[in-house]
């Protein structure tokens, strides 16, 4: 296993999102790699885990064949023994543009011949009328690309591997041990509190979900209401995605919610695992949330906005905590949150331990593949698993840099588009006030 220089292993997840979920996923990565790198037989010192954004393929550069804008990723992954994809939704094409990055991060991978892995990994579908889903198809098609695991769409990703000869499996997201990777996070005790995580108002509609704003808003406000009628306590926060925060200021400003039933600046995900740990139950629309819940055996009810959130549920046998949104949702959730059958749930250790078996087969298969050794059984791997140090100062000053700056341009994006509106306004006046003066100039009239 190359004795004389440390293997290097390139992660990518969506770690510079400011959506905690991911951040979690990154640092559940982070501590499975080291595990199975350790039930390999390599010492700290034989290997090194250089965790970066997937995105190393910039924006500006997709619609492009310009090198330069591949310079990044060009370098990180000729230093690189194995890439390793965790967790992200990384085949997302539909209104996102992670499939186009990751395609062209593969491509890379394939000059250098770096073994790719694909761990976990998110995918909203599979549309063989969608350049973007074939872009990436192809990409997955070439020899780099070692083995594929998803925590979802298991359906999906035969479609995207027909023909391929490749490993594939449905597995638990990383997070799943989130127990024991923020173990020295969690809460003391827990409260009787319910945490209602909200989530940005255009996420249903994005989704294909006729469920827009009005119908979030009155969701949130009528289960308030029926909460408060029921005397059960709770506070409305979110993962800490900026426009899950803009929309719950919303329901501040503009529907009633008191300021002192909500939470803001949930900025680490050490912070986001603590919250969770301290309630009595959660309701959320965004998936880790949900997923830590289960890890931390706090009962979830899980409200479908995208196919994940139904995927994670049905794979830990949860089904009748999904919520459909609609009018009785509200009513619905009130009802499940005071029943006493609304309980934590035994872990299916299979379930769990997929995830981590998987990943260590396949770097097994890269790195040492005559080795007669077997994956660490669950009860050995949850002992070993690295807890997270924590957010440094630094880290957590650039998370909150990264997380303004997408505040700020979606502010600069709606200001030039009400910029631009501005002069068809004016012109639109100007015409009906003509067509006003012929009016009453054909009518004999006059027009001051």
């Known amino acids: 296993m190359a004795p004389h220089k440390k293997i290097r292993i390139l992660l990518l997840t969506n770690r510079d999102s400011d959506n905690l979920g991911d951040q979690v996923i990154e640092a559940c ?16 010192d034989q290997y090194k885990i250089i965790s970066r954004a997937a995105g190393v393929v910039f924006r500006k550069y997709l619609d492009n064949s310009d090198l330069k804008g591949r310079e990044r990723a060009r370098k990180l992954i000729a230093n690189a023994d194995i890439v390793v994809f965790g967790g992200a939704p990384l085949f997302n094409f539909q209104y996102q543009i992670f499939a186009e990055r990751t395609a062209l991060t593969v491509r890379v991978a394939e000059e250098f011949a770096t073994p790719v892995l694909f761990s976990a990994i998110g995918i909203e579908g599979y549309d063989e009328e969608n350049p973007k889903c074939i872009e990436l198809r192809d990409a997955l098609a070439l020899d780099c690309v070692k083995a594929i695991s998803t925590r979802d769409d298991f359906e999906a990703l035969e479609c995207y591997t027909r023909g391929l000869s490749i490993p594939i499996a449905k597995v638990a997201d990383p997070a799943v041990f989130s127990e024991q990777v923020f173990a020295p996070f969690l809460a003391s005790g ?19 979900i006729d469920f827009d704003r009005a119908a979030a808003t009155k969701l949130w406000t009528d289960l308030a209401r029926d909460l408060d009628a029921k005397g059960i306590d709770y506070e409305f926060i979110t993962s800490g995605h900026f426009g899950d925060e803009a929309f719950m200021d919303y329901l501040i400003r503009n529907h009633g919610i008191p300021a002192s039933k909500c939470v803001f600046a949930m900025n680490t995900p050490e912070k986001l695992a603590e919250a969770i740990s301290s309630y009595r139950a959660i309701v959320s629309c ?12 706090v009962p979830s009810l899980g409200i479908i906005w995208n196919d994940k959130v139904r995927h994670f549920y049905e794979s830990t046998n949860q089904t009748d905590r999904l919520i459909d949104p609609g009018t009785e949702a509200a009513a619905k959730i009130a009802r499940r949150l005071s029943d006493e059958s609304l309980s934590p749930l035994a872990k299916d ?6 995830v981590y078996d998987f990943l260590f087969w396949q770097i097994k298969a890269i790195l040492a ?6 994956p660490y059984p669950l009860a050995n791997l949850c002992d070993i698993l690295v807890p997270y140090a924590g957010t440094t100062k630094e880290e957590h000053e650039e998370k909150l840099r990264r997380k303004m700056r997408r505040a ?4 600069n994006e709606l200001f030039d588009r009400q910029a631009e509106m501005q002069p068809k306004k004016r012109t639109t006046l100007l015409d009906q006030l003509r067509n006003a003066t012929a009016r009453f100039r054909r009518n004999g009239q006059t027009s001051e």
């Open 349 to 354: 250790e299979t379930y769990l331990a997929g």
């Open 369 to 374: 593949p005559d080795e007669n050794i077997e």
């Open 190 to 208: 827990r409260t009787d509190k319910i945490g209602i995580f909200v989530m940005r108002s255009n996420a249903f509609t994005d989704n294909g």
């Open 29 to 44: 990565d982070i501590s499975l790699l080291e595990a199975a790198m350790e039930n390999l037989g390599c010492t700290r």
């Open 286 to 297: 965004r998936l880790h949330p949900s997923i830590i819940a289960y890890s931390l055996g």
């Open 408 to 411: 700020y341009g979606k502010y």
